[in-house]
């Protein structure tokens, strides 16, 4: 199983940024597609953005043209950087790492808060 660490939370205000990382334990990370969700109190947990193991990338509607996701498998991390941030943004923000078919592995990390304050 591949660990996950996440890091890179923190408080900022409106139109602000952060990046977040998302660290593996495992080079196994570099062949799976790794998302980042969030999860705002009384609110379901939200798929942010994905990046799949060639670089191919994919964003939820509202944060289109404000947040960047990449990996860098050479030091098995996921970023998710952060810009124009809004007070809606704020969640804890948590990185999956999903296996291929030929290797399957679903992990979690523990999870980071963004807090943006109006």
């Known amino acids: 199983q591949v660990r996950l660490v996440e890091s890179g939370g923190g408080l900022v205000q409106t139109g602000g940024s952060l990046r977040l990382s998302c660290a593996a334990s495992?080079?196994?990370?570099?062949?799976?597609?790794v998302g980042w969700y969030r999860q705002a109190p009384g609110k379901q947990r939200e798929l942010v953005a994905t990046?799949?193991?060639?670089?191919?990338?994919d964003y939820v509607d509202s944060v289109k043209g404000r947040f960047t996701i990449s990996r860098d498998n050479t030091k098995n991390t996921v970023d998710l950087q952060m810009t124009s941030l809004k007070p809606e943004d704020t969640a804890v923000y948590y990185c999956n790492a999903r296996g291929p078919y030929y290797r399957p592995f679903n992990s979690w990390g523990q999870g980071t808060q963004v807090t943006v304050s109006s």
């Open positions: 990046i799949s193991s060639d670089g191919s990338t």
């Open positions: 495992a080079s196994t990370f570099t062949i799976s597609i």
